[in-house]
């Protein structure tokens, strides 16, 4: 890992037992805010597409498939 880079995920297995890969069942993940919600837009964009094209729904409207991807952004990071 590079010096400033911060693990994507972290887990805990205890409070002083902190490492960036999973171990134990029991070990508590934690994610970074950021990552979880580029990763959600990542999946509903692929989603929305795959969902349009399977049924056959053509939409040119993309300032405001651009506007709903924004307004979950802001609204998981709580804005």
């Given at each position: ?45 692929s989603k929305?597409?795959?969902?349009n094209a399977?049924y056959g ?23």
């Amino acid at each position: 890992m590079k010096a400033n880079e911060v693990p994507e995920k972290i887990y805990l297995q205890e409070p002083t037992k902190v490492r960036t890969e999973k171990k134990y069942d029991n070990d508590i993940e934690y994610t970074r805010t950021d990552a979880f919600i580029e990763k959600a837009l990542v999946y509903l964009n692929s989603k929305f597409y795959f969902h349009n094209a399977f049924y056959g729904v053509v939409s040119t409207d993309f300032n405001a498939m651009k506007e709903l991807f924004e307004d979950f952004r802001k609204y998981m990071e709580g804005e």
